[in-house]
C-alpha cells in the first residue's frame, strides 16, 4: 500500500474539494498510520450494511447502530443485509488482522471493513464517521453531503494503552458529564479511563462493607477558594458513585472500546479513609476530609494488620465491578512522619528487619512492603497493579507497572530495570495546567503554568528511553486532575482539544505526526465538539476563556517571557 505524506494528503484533498459532490477533506484524529486517497466518493444515503455473521455479536450490534445512525441523518433508511452488501457496507471477521486493528476500502461501489476484534470495528467505525459531516454525531437528518471520499487505510496504534485520568474526588462529576468524557475519548479511539476514586478530598466509592465511607468520608464541610489554602467557601460539597452506577460507567464504557481502571491512592491520599475510620491511620485522629488541596502527613497506618484488611475487602468489592486486568493503587506523594514517629510502624520496620540503606529509608521499604502485599494479594484474584513512579524508589517487585508523573524520568529508569511503564509526564500530559500563558483570560489552572497544545503535541514517548525497552513502554496517558476545576464546562475545556493532540501521541507510529496536518485536522475535530455540545478551548483559533468569557489572545511577545515548561523541566528532569 502506499503511503503518502501528510502534505500529500491535504493537496488531494483539497483538489478533491474541487469535485461534484464534496467529500470532508480527510482530516482524521489521529491520524490512521496508513492511508491512500482516492479519487471519487461513495454514496452513503440508502447503502445496504452487510455484517459478516462469524463477527462477534457485541461488534454486530456496534455496527447495527451505526446502521441505524447512517439512517437518521441521511433520512433514507440503510438496510441490513446478511453476508456481503453489494454496493454498500461489508463488514468482515478477518482474524489476519491484530488487536484493535482495521483495514478500510472505500471505493465508488461501495466500503469493506476488516478487523479481528471488537476494538478494531469500533476503530474502523469511528474513522468513517469522522470521514463524513460532522452531522452525522447528531441524532436528526441534516444535509451532508453524505459521501465519503474512496480511500484506503490499514490502521492500528502504537500504544496498547491509551489512557485518561478523570479525577472525580476534588471535584464529582456526574455519571452523565463521565459519560461525555468516555464519548469524546473513544472518538479519538482512546482505550483505558483511569478514574481516580479515592482522595484526602473525598471517597467516591460506595462500600457496602465500610458504610461510613460514604456517610463521613465522601463529604468535605468546604472547598478551598482559588490559590489560598486558607480560604474555604463554606459550603458542603461531595457524593459517591452507588455500585450500581460504577457498573454502569463500566458497561458504557466496554461499549465505547475502553477499559474503566480503578485507583484506589494509598498509602497516601486516605484523609478521607482516616477521616471514616481514625483507627487506620497512625495517631487516631481525629481527622477531618481535607478541605484544601496539597498533600496530607496522615496516611495509612502500615503497622497494623487491620489496614491490610481494610485494604483486601475494599478490592474485594472493587473487583467485583471493575473487571480490568489492572487495579491502580497510587502510591504517590506518601509524606513518612506518621510512619517515623508511629510505635506500630516502628515496630513492623523492626519485625521485617528492615533498614536505611541505598539512599532509602527504613520507612520508605516500608512503603515498599505495602505495594508488595498489594500486588501480591491482587495477584491472587488474577489482577496486576500500577503505581506512581514513587513506586519505583526502594524496591519494586517485578510484575508492576509503573506510571510516569514527575517527569520522564521515573518511566526511563523504570523501563531500564525491566518494569512495563505507562509514560504520563507532568510537564507534557498533565491538563490541569493552563492551556495559554493568558492567566488572567484563562479559567483558573493549577499554579501559574501553562500547557499549550502545540508542548503537548511535540511529546516522543521513546525520548530518553534506554536501548532496547520499547517493549516496555506500553502506554501513554494523560492526566486531568480537578483541584481547580469545578464545572462540566471547564472540565471540557481543560481536556479539548489538548486530548486530541494526545491521541496522536498515544495512535500514531513515530514519524506520522505532524502538527500543520493536525491543526488543519482540527477544523473538523472542532465540528465533531460543537455538534456534541462539547466545550473547548479555541486558543488554536485566537480566543481564550470559557463560554461568555471569551477574549482574543495576545501575542506570545505581548505574555510574560518566562518559558514556564522549562522551569518545570528543571525541577523534574
Ligand atoms: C500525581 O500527580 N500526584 C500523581
Ligand atoms: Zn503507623
Not at 453531503?145 to 479525577?167: M, N, S, T
Not at 519505583?392 to 521515573?410: D, I
Not at 494526545?502 to 465533531?528: P, T, V, Y
Request: charged letters at 25%; hydrophobic letters at 35%.
Amino acid at each position: 500500500m502506499k503511503r503518502f505524506p501528510a502534505v500529500a494528503l491535504l493537496a488531494v484533498s483539497v483538489a478533491l474539494s474541487c469535485a461534484k459532490t464534496e467529500p470532508v477533506p480527510f482530516s482524521v484524529i489521529p491520524q490512521p498510520n496508513q492511508v491512500t486517497l482516492g479519487e471519487g466518493v461513495f454514496k452513503v444515503p440508502g447503502a445496504a450494511f452487510g455484517t459478516d455473521e462469524a463477527i462477534p455479536q457485541d461488534a454486530a450490534a456496534m455496527i447495527d447502530e451505526f446502521r441505524v445512525r447512517i439512517g437518521t441523518v441521511t433520512g433514507k433508511e440503510s438496510p441490513a443485509v446478511a453476508g456481503t452488501a453489494e454496493k454498500g457496507f461489508s463488514f468482515i471477521l478477518n482474524k489476519d488482522l491484530g488487536a484493535e486493528e482495521y483495514a478500510l476500502k472505500v471505493t465508488p461501489e461501495g466500503v469493506k471493513v476488516e478487523a479481528a476484534d471488537y476494538n478494531g470495528f469500533l476503530y474502523a467505525v469511528q474513522t468513517l464517521m469522522q470521514m463524513l459531516p460532522s452531522a452525522v454525531y447528531g441524532d436528526k437528518k441534516a444535509s451532508g453531503p453524505w459521501v465519503l471520499q474512496c480511500a484506503e487505510i490499514l490502521d492500528k496504534p502504537r500504544f496498547g494503552y491509551r489512557g485518561i485520568l478523570l479525577d472525580c474526588c476534588r471535584h464529582f462529576w456526574t455519571v452523565e458529564e463521565t459519560k461525555r468524557v468516555i464519548d469524546i475519548m473513544s472518538i479519538n479511539k482512546l482505550n483505558r479511563l483511569h478514574w481516580h476514586l479515592t482522595e484526602d478530598q473525598g471517597w467516591r466509592i460506595e462500600s457496602k462493607k465500610y458504610p461510613k465511607l460514604n456517610e463521613i468520608g465522601s463529604w468535605r464541610e468546604a472547598t478551598q477558594v482559588g490559590y489560598d489554602h486558607n480560604a474555604f467557601d463554606g459550603v458542603r460539597y461531595g457524593g459517591y458513585y452507588t455500585q450500581d452506577q460504577l457498573r454502569e460507567v463500566v458497561a458504557y464504557a466496554a461499549k465505547k472500546g475502553i477499559t474503566v481502571i480503578p485507583e484506589v491512592d494509598l498509602p497516601g491520599h486516605m484523609v478521607a479513609a482516616v477521616s471514616s475510620y481514625p483507627e487506620l491511620g497512625c495517631t487516631g485522629g481525629p481527622y477531618e476530609v481535607r478541605k484544601s488541596w496539597g498533600i496530607s502527613k496522615d496516611i495509612l497506618c502500615a503497622g497494623k494488620e487491620s489496614t491490610f484488611k481494610f485494604l483486601e475487602d475494599i478490592m474485594d468489592e472493587l473487583l467485583d465491578i471493575f473487571p480490568s486486568e489492572y487495579i491502580n493503587i497510587g502510591g504517590d506523594e506518601a509524606p513518612k512522619d506518621r510512619w517515623k514517629e508511629c510505635p506500630l510502624c516502628q515496630k513492623k520496620i523492626r519485625q521485617l528487619g528492615l533498614k536505611d540503606r541505598d539512599g532509602h529509608t527504613k520507612e520508605q521499604f516500608l512503603q515498599n512492603y505495602v505495594t508488595k502485599r498489594m500486588q501480591d494479594y491482587l495477584a491472587s484474584k488474577g489482577r496486576k497493579i500500577i503505581g506512581w513512579d514513587e513506586i519505583l524508589e526502594g524496591e519494586l517487585a517485578p510484575g508492576a507497572t509503573v506510571m510516569s508523573w514527575r517527569g520522564t524520568k521515573g518511566g526511563i529508569t523504570a523501563a531500564g530495570k525491566g518494569f512495563d511503564v505507562i509514560m504520563s509526564p507532568n510537564i507534557y500530559l498533565y491538563l490541569d495546567y493552563y492551556n495559554s500563558k493568558e492567566f488572567d483570560r484563562e479559567p483558573l489552572g493549577i499554579g501559574r503554568r501553562a500547557l499549550p497544545i502545540e508542548d503537548v503535541y511535540a511529546y516522543e514517548p521513546m525520548d530518553g528511553m534506554p536501548e532496547g525497552s520499547d517493549a516496555h513502554l506500553i502506554g501513554v496517558q494523560a492526566n486531568l486532575w480537578t483541584e481547580f476545576i469545578s464545572t462540566p464546562e471547564h472540565l471540557e475545556y481543560n481536556l479539548l482539544p489538548r486530548m486530541s493532540a494526545a491521541s496522536e501521541i498515544q495512535w500514531c507510529n513515530a514519524g506520522n505526526k505532524d502538527f500543520d496536518r493536525f491543526r488543519a485536522s482540527m477544523e473538523h475535530m472542532r465540528r465533531i465538539y460543537d455538534q456534541l455540545g462539547l466545550t473547548y478551548c479555541k486558543y488554536m483559533w485566537g480566543t481564550v476563556g470559557l463560554p461568555g468569557h471569551e477574549q482574543p489572545a495576545r501575542p506570545k511577545e505581548a505574555l510574560d517571557t518566562i518559558n514556564l515548561r522549562t522551569i518545570e523541566k528543571a525541577t523534574y528532569e
